[in-house]
């Protein structure tokens, strides 16, 4: 039975308690906030060196409980693994292979998960990706449609366009593109859940004669340039540090000349593209985005501009991943009930900590958001964007 706590613990100034399983408790600083409550008695030694991604390990397994709400636990829970760990060496770069059967399988295990669990915490139109908020009082659901528009208006969609949407999820954003711009759209996923629900969103719409989806990976897009705008929304971090010239090489040869491509992805704080320290990134590629890889701006930015486009314009959306998350993370809190109905246990804890954590990890800066804008040029060099920004906000 352990009768107290290791030193190193007990000199932290921390609002959390540790309950442990043999009845004790440990305040390791006033008016605790959260609490631990540790079931395995083999977890106390982790508790000199805890790694996010052990400390995550733990509650996903159940060997661990936390009380509290969510965004207290990530935050108090950094503190924690901050203080002991210090500034340790981060992760080094992941590097692994991404061929279609590996890819298929991993965008299966993260959103085949349940669509009618995604719909308790996304909005309506189910935009799994950063919204864009105008001003602080904007909704969800008004936020993403504001990301929709600005997409449609960075890409200068006309009516008619032939727009590919690589990664359309359950084809919120192709349809919005058909029904406000007057789009032509082919909509792409690797998801077969997102597929059923996505075509019944279609056809609900009556927009089958505009809008199309298919499964289809991004390798086999056709290469005749049929496109005259080509957008990627959350779907390049499932590409792999090895591929990103070949991605960037498929997006060029999708688009006409004079066509516009708009690659919108999450990015990663380091250049060379390891994840962020103390295991946060780890926990996200073993239990959330198994074989993800977030480039730096840099790697995606050259690749693009190796494969022959032009890059018009970058922007950052960071803070509005972390409201996006925050907006998340809150809607599926206040429905674990529900939830808890349609997914594992398991799988539940592990999203809570995902997004709660993202929201946090945004927030702090250890990743972004980039929505990179690039054009085809024609074959004398000219292009057909308008000299300023100015239409975009008109």
């Known amino acids: 039975m352990l009768a107290q706590l290791p030193p190193v613990l007990q000199s932290l100034r921390l609002p959390l308690r540790l309950k442990l399983w043999d009845g004790h408790e440990f305040d390791l600083g006033p008016k605790p906030q959260v609490t631990i409550v540790v079931k395995d008695p ?23 409980e936390l009380e509290g709400t969510i965004g207290e636990v990530i935050r108090v829970c950094d503190e924690l693994s901050e203080a002991l760990l210090k500034h340790e060496v981060d992760d080094q770069p992941v590097r692994s292979e991404h061929d279609k059967e590996t890819d298929a399988a991993a965008i299966s295990y993260h959103y085949d998960l349940s669509n009618d669990f995604y719909q308790l915490w996304l909005d309506r139109d189910m935009a799994y990706s950063c919204a864009y908020f105008k001003t602080e009082q904007d909704t969800l659901e008004q936020a993403q449609q504001n990301k929709f528009e600005h997409l449609c208006r960075k890409l200068r969609l006309q009516k008619g366009d032939y727009l590919l949407d690589v990664g359309c999820g359950w084809g919120g954003l192709s349809r919005f593109a058909a029904r406000e711009f007057g789009a032509k759209v082919l909509g792409i996923t690797l998801s077969k859940e997102q597929l059923k629900l ?7 719409e009556g927009l089958q004669n505009q809008v199309k989806l ?7 897009i056709p290469q005749d340039g049929r496109f005259d705008k080509v ?10 540090h090895a591929n990103l010239a070949l991605y960037s090489e498929r997006l060029f040869g999708a688009v006409r000349e004079g066509g516009l491509v708009m690659n919108h992805g999450i990015t990663a704080k380091h250049v060379d593209g390891r ?3 103390r ?6 590629g073993r239990y959330v985005f198994p074989h993800g890889e977030l480039p730096h701006l840099s790697m995606i930015a050259a690749s693009i501009s190796h494969a022959g486009l032009e890059i018009v314009d970058v922007e950052s959306l960071r803070l509005h991943y972390a409201r996006t998350l925050k907006h998340w993370s809150d809607r599926l809190e206040s429905q674990l009930q529900a939830a808890s109905t349609l997914v594992p246990e398991r799988a539940l804890r592990i999203w809570r900590l995902y997004l709660a954590g993202c929201s946090y990890a945004f927030a702090k ?7 990179i804008l690039a054009v085809k040029p024609y074959a004398d060099g000219h292009h057909d964007l308008p000299l300023t920004r100015e239409d975009l906000y008109r």
């Open 42 to 64: 083999q977890l106390i030694s982790q508790f000199t060196h805890p790694s996010l991604e052990e400390l995550g390990a733990a509650f996903v397994e159940g060997k661990l």
């Open 198 to 204: 996505g075509r019944q969103r279609v056809k609900d």
């Open 214 to 220: 298919q499964i289809l990976d991004y390798r086999d």
């Open 231 to 240: 957008v990627s929304v959350g779907m390049f971090e499932h590409v792999g």
């Open 275 to 277: 994840p962020v320290g």
């Open 279 to 284: 295991g946060a990134g780890s926990f996200i």
């Open 365 to 371: 800066g250890w990743i972004n958001l980039h929505q």
